[in-house]
Protein backbone atom coordinates (compact mmCIF):
# COMPACT_ATOMS: atom_id res chain seq x y z
CA UNK A 1 0.00 0.00 0.00
CA UNK A 2 1.08 3.42 -0.88
CA UNK A 3 2.22 5.99 1.98
CA UNK A 4 0.02 9.02 1.95
CA UNK A 5 1.35 12.37 1.39
CA UNK A 6 2.43 14.44 4.46
CA UNK A 7 2.66 17.80 2.66
CA UNK A 8 1.32 17.88 -0.91
CA UNK A 9 1.72 21.22 -3.08
CA UNK A 10 -1.11 21.70 -5.49
CA UNK A 11 -0.55 24.45 -8.69
CA UNK A 12 1.34 26.52 -6.08
CA UNK A 13 2.74 29.87 -7.71
CA UNK A 14 4.42 32.55 -6.05
CA UNK A 15 5.54 35.89 -7.55
CA UNK A 16 8.46 38.03 -4.69
CA UNK A 17 7.16 41.78 -4.44
CA UNK A 18 10.38 43.06 -6.97
CA UNK A 19 8.10 41.25 -9.59
CA UNK A 20 10.75 37.63 -9.73
CA UNK A 21 8.64 34.66 -10.25
CA UNK A 22 10.04 31.91 -7.63
CA UNK A 23 7.16 29.52 -8.22
CA UNK A 24 5.12 28.44 -11.66
CA UNK A 25 2.20 25.95 -10.66
CA UNK A 26 4.10 23.70 -8.50
CA UNK A 27 2.43 20.29 -7.81
CA UNK A 28 4.36 17.64 -5.67
CA UNK A 29 4.16 15.66 -2.79
CA UNK A 30 6.30 13.83 -0.36
CA UNK A 31 5.41 10.85 1.27
CA UNK A 32 5.72 9.96 5.30
CA UNK A 33 8.90 8.55 5.79
CA UNK A 34 10.97 9.79 2.93
CA UNK A 35 14.56 10.92 2.58
CA UNK A 36 14.12 13.13 -0.44
CA UNK A 37 17.08 15.82 -2.05
CA UNK A 38 15.77 19.41 -4.11
CA UNK A 39 18.20 19.88 -7.31
CA UNK A 40 18.19 22.68 -9.01
CA UNK A 41 20.49 25.84 -9.87
CA UNK A 42 20.14 28.96 -7.70
CA UNK A 43 17.13 30.81 -8.11
CA UNK A 44 15.52 27.22 -9.57
CA UNK A 45 12.60 27.70 -6.57
CA UNK A 46 13.81 25.66 -3.67
CA UNK A 47 14.29 27.85 -0.66
CA UNK A 48 11.03 28.89 -1.83
CA UNK A 49 9.38 26.24 -1.90
CA UNK A 50 10.02 25.62 1.54
CA UNK A 51 9.20 28.31 2.93
CA UNK A 52 5.55 27.31 1.64
CA UNK A 53 5.88 23.75 3.23
CA UNK A 54 5.79 25.57 6.58
CA UNK A 55 3.87 28.24 6.01
CA UNK A 56 6.24 31.33 6.21
CA UNK A 57 5.54 32.52 2.33
CA UNK A 58 1.66 32.18 1.49
CA UNK A 59 0.88 30.88 -2.55
CA UNK A 60 -0.24 33.68 -4.59
CA UNK A 61 -2.44 30.72 -6.11
CA UNK A 62 -2.66 26.85 -5.21
CA UNK A 63 -2.79 25.44 -2.52
CA UNK A 64 -0.63 23.40 0.37
CA UNK A 65 -1.28 20.37 2.27
CA UNK A 66 -0.43 19.25 5.41
CA UNK A 67 -1.94 15.17 6.00
CA UNK A 68 -4.23 16.07 3.81
CA UNK A 69 -5.60 19.34 5.29
CA UNK A 70 -5.74 22.64 3.75
CA UNK A 71 -2.50 24.57 5.45
CA UNK A 72 -4.10 27.87 6.63
CA UNK A 73 -3.06 31.10 7.75
CA UNK A 74 -4.33 32.27 10.90
CA UNK A 75 -1.82 32.63 13.79
CA UNK A 76 -2.97 29.43 15.90
CA UNK A 77 -2.94 27.21 12.54
CA UNK A 78 0.82 28.21 11.59
CA UNK A 79 2.20 27.44 15.01
CA UNK A 80 1.06 24.20 14.94
CA UNK A 81 2.06 23.49 11.64
CA UNK A 82 5.80 25.04 12.01
CA UNK A 83 6.17 22.97 15.26
CA UNK A 84 5.41 19.92 12.83
CA UNK A 85 7.50 20.98 10.07
CA UNK A 86 10.77 22.83 10.87
CA UNK A 87 13.32 23.85 8.32
CA UNK A 88 17.01 24.33 8.75
CA UNK A 89 18.27 27.52 7.09
CA UNK A 90 21.86 27.30 5.04
CA UNK A 91 23.33 29.91 7.02
CA UNK A 92 22.62 28.70 10.33
CA UNK A 93 23.72 32.55 11.68
CA UNK A 94 19.84 33.53 10.75
CA UNK A 95 18.47 31.00 13.24
CA UNK A 96 20.93 31.27 16.08
CA UNK A 97 19.89 34.40 18.25
CA UNK A 98 20.80 33.23 21.88
CA UNK A 99 23.84 34.36 24.07
CA UNK A 100 24.40 30.50 25.11
CA UNK A 101 23.68 27.19 22.89
CA UNK A 102 21.29 25.84 25.68
CA UNK A 103 18.92 29.05 25.62
CA UNK A 104 18.91 28.72 21.70
CA UNK A 105 18.30 25.35 21.51
CA UNK A 106 15.40 25.54 23.97
CA UNK A 107 13.91 28.66 22.68
CA UNK A 108 11.21 26.65 20.77
CA UNK A 109 10.19 24.00 23.47
CA UNK A 110 9.56 27.29 25.53
CA UNK A 111 7.64 29.06 23.37
CA UNK A 112 4.79 25.72 23.23
CA UNK A 113 4.57 26.16 26.75
CA UNK A 114 6.24 22.97 28.67
CA UNK A 115 6.92 22.49 31.80
CA UNK A 116 10.51 23.44 32.30
CA UNK A 117 11.49 19.04 33.50
CA UNK A 118 10.23 18.71 30.12
CA UNK A 119 11.62 20.94 27.78
CA UNK A 120 14.70 19.92 29.78
CA UNK A 121 14.39 16.50 28.96
CA UNK A 122 13.45 17.12 25.10
CA UNK A 123 17.16 19.60 24.96
CA UNK A 124 18.98 17.51 26.40
CA UNK A 125 17.56 14.42 23.90
CA UNK A 126 18.57 17.04 20.96
CA UNK A 127 21.75 17.62 22.09
CA UNK A 128 22.44 13.71 22.36
CA UNK A 129 21.18 13.05 18.73
CA UNK A 130 23.20 16.17 17.55
CA UNK A 131 26.05 15.12 19.35
CA UNK A 132 26.84 18.09 20.82
CA UNK A 133 26.76 17.65 24.73
CA UNK A 134 30.02 19.26 25.28
CA UNK A 135 28.50 22.63 23.41
CA UNK A 136 25.69 22.93 25.95
CA UNK A 137 27.39 26.09 27.74
CA UNK A 138 29.31 27.19 25.20
CA UNK A 139 28.37 30.84 23.69
CA UNK A 140 26.94 30.65 20.53
CA UNK A 141 29.37 33.18 18.36
CA UNK A 142 32.60 31.59 19.38
CA UNK A 143 30.87 27.86 17.57
CA UNK A 144 32.87 26.68 13.98
CA UNK A 145 30.19 26.86 11.17
CA UNK A 146 29.85 23.33 11.61
CA UNK A 147 28.97 23.27 15.20
CA UNK A 148 26.32 26.41 14.48
CA UNK A 149 24.77 23.91 12.09
CA UNK A 150 24.21 21.17 14.14
CA UNK A 151 22.80 23.58 16.88
CA UNK A 152 20.05 24.99 14.35
CA UNK A 153 19.51 21.15 13.79
CA UNK A 154 19.11 20.51 17.60
CA UNK A 155 16.65 23.57 17.58
CA UNK A 156 14.50 21.82 15.43
CA UNK A 157 14.68 18.87 16.98
CA UNK A 158 13.34 19.90 20.54
CA UNK A 159 9.88 20.01 18.53
CA UNK A 160 9.27 16.94 18.16
CA UNK A 161 9.14 17.68 13.83
CA UNK A 162 7.54 15.70 11.75
CA UNK A 163 9.42 16.60 9.11
CA UNK A 164 12.57 18.18 8.99
CA UNK A 165 13.63 20.55 6.07
CA UNK A 166 17.33 20.91 5.53
CA UNK A 167 18.68 24.32 3.29
CA UNK A 168 22.08 22.98 1.82
CA UNK A 169 22.98 21.01 4.36
CA UNK A 170 26.83 20.76 3.92
CA UNK A 171 27.22 23.86 2.30
CA UNK A 172 30.47 25.08 3.92
CA UNK A 173 31.11 21.92 6.71
CA UNK A 174 34.33 19.63 5.67
CA UNK A 175 33.81 16.13 4.70
CA UNK A 176 34.07 14.13 7.62
CA UNK A 177 31.45 16.31 9.41
CA UNK A 178 29.44 16.19 5.76
CA UNK A 179 29.48 12.31 6.74
CA UNK A 180 28.54 13.02 9.84
CA UNK A 181 25.57 14.60 9.14
CA UNK A 182 24.26 12.40 6.67
CA UNK A 183 24.71 9.80 9.18
CA UNK A 184 22.22 11.92 11.44
CA UNK A 185 19.91 12.36 8.94
CA UNK A 186 19.60 8.65 8.26
CA UNK A 187 19.37 8.20 12.54
CA UNK A 188 16.88 10.87 12.31
CA UNK A 189 14.84 9.62 9.08
CA UNK A 190 15.24 5.19 10.94
CA UNK A 191 13.00 7.05 13.52
CA UNK A 192 10.37 8.11 11.85
CA UNK A 193 11.37 11.58 10.82
CA UNK A 194 10.67 12.83 7.21
CA UNK A 195 13.93 14.32 5.86
CA UNK A 196 13.96 16.92 3.27
CA UNK A 197 17.03 18.79 1.56
CA UNK A 198 18.16 20.83 -0.75
CA UNK A 199 21.50 20.53 -2.06
CA UNK A 200 23.88 21.30 -5.06
CA UNK A 201 25.72 18.57 -4.53
CA UNK A 202 25.05 15.54 -7.10
CA UNK A 203 27.44 13.06 -4.95
CA UNK A 204 24.87 13.65 -1.42
CA UNK A 205 22.19 13.41 -3.77
CA UNK A 206 23.21 9.93 -5.54
CA UNK A 207 24.61 8.32 -2.29
CA UNK A 208 21.36 9.59 0.34
CA UNK A 209 18.26 10.42 -1.16
CA UNK A 210 15.41 7.85 -2.26
CA UNK A 211 13.53 9.99 -4.18
CA UNK A 212 15.01 13.62 -6.05
CA UNK A 213 13.13 16.46 -7.14
CA UNK A 214 14.55 18.41 -10.02
CA UNK A 215 13.67 22.33 -9.63
CA UNK A 216 14.12 24.40 -13.34
CA UNK A 217 13.21 28.41 -13.24
CA UNK A 218 10.37 27.70 -10.54
CA UNK A 219 8.88 24.39 -12.12
CA UNK A 220 9.78 21.01 -11.29
CA UNK A 221 11.37 19.41 -14.32
CA UNK A 222 11.13 16.10 -12.81
CA UNK A 223 10.72 13.50 -9.64
CA UNK A 224 11.95 10.23 -9.38
CA UNK A 225 14.60 7.58 -7.84
CA UNK A 226 18.00 8.86 -8.44
CA UNK A 227 18.96 6.68 -11.28
CA UNK A 228 16.52 7.68 -13.53
CA UNK A 229 17.42 11.00 -12.45
CA UNK A 230 20.81 11.19 -13.27
CA UNK A 231 20.43 8.68 -16.29
CA UNK A 232 18.41 11.29 -18.03
CA UNK A 233 20.95 13.14 -19.94
CA UNK A 234 18.41 15.44 -21.67
CA UNK A 235 17.13 16.56 -18.26
CA UNK A 236 20.94 16.87 -16.71
CA UNK A 237 22.02 19.34 -19.32
CA UNK A 238 18.84 21.03 -19.24
CA UNK A 239 19.34 21.85 -15.56
CA UNK A 240 22.67 21.96 -15.04
CA UNK A 241 23.50 18.96 -13.30
CA UNK A 242 26.61 16.57 -13.53
CA UNK A 243 26.25 13.00 -13.44
CA UNK A 244 27.95 11.25 -10.25
CA UNK A 245 31.44 9.93 -9.77
CA UNK A 246 30.05 6.37 -8.93
CA UNK A 247 27.02 6.39 -11.94
CA UNK A 248 29.97 7.56 -14.58
CA UNK A 249 32.29 4.91 -13.30
CA UNK A 250 29.88 2.05 -13.69
CA UNK A 251 28.12 3.00 -16.94
CA UNK A 252 32.07 2.57 -18.40
CA UNK A 253 32.24 -0.39 -16.46
CA UNK A 254 29.56 -1.58 -17.82
CA UNK A 255 29.88 -0.77 -21.19
CA UNK A 256 33.22 -2.78 -21.19
CA UNK A 257 32.85 -5.71 -19.05
CA UNK A 258 30.45 -8.56 -18.81
CA UNK A 259 28.23 -6.09 -15.50
CA UNK A 260 24.57 -7.56 -16.09
CA UNK A 261 22.36 -4.88 -17.05
CA UNK A 262 20.23 -5.15 -15.01
CA UNK A 263 22.77 -4.91 -11.98
CA UNK A 264 22.26 -2.43 -9.56
CA UNK A 265 24.59 1.06 -9.84
CA UNK A 266 26.72 1.25 -6.97
CA UNK A 267 25.45 4.31 -4.52
CA UNK A 268 28.29 4.73 -2.57
CA UNK A 269 32.15 4.67 -2.99
CA UNK A 270 32.59 1.30 -0.87
CA UNK A 271 30.34 -0.46 -3.00
CA UNK A 272 31.94 1.11 -6.26
CA UNK A 273 35.70 -0.13 -4.79
CA UNK A 274 33.79 -3.65 -4.17
CA UNK A 275 32.50 -3.71 -7.86
CA UNK A 276 36.28 -2.37 -9.47
CA UNK A 277 38.11 -5.26 -7.47
CA UNK A 278 35.45 -7.86 -8.27
CA UNK A 279 36.04 -7.07 -11.98
CA UNK A 280 40.36 -6.61 -11.74
Given at each position: ???????????????????????????????????????????????????????IL???????????????????????????????????????????????????????????????RR???????????????????????????????????????????????????????????????????????????????????????????????GT?????????????????????????????????????????????????????????????
Amino acid sequence: MSRPYIIEAQNVSYTYPDGTTALSTVSTGIKQGEKIAVLGENGAGKTTLFLHFNGILRPASGTILFNDKTVLYDRRSLRELRSKIQIVFQDPDTQLFSARVYQDISFGALNLGLPQDEVKRRVDAALLTVDIEHLRDKVTHSLSHGEKKRVAIAGALVMNPEVLIIDEPTACVDPRHQQNLLDLFDKLNSKGTTILLSTHDVELAWQWADRLIVMHKGTIAREGDPYTIFSNEHLTQKTGLCKPLALEVFDALRQQTSIPSDAAPPRNKQTLLAMLNKKL
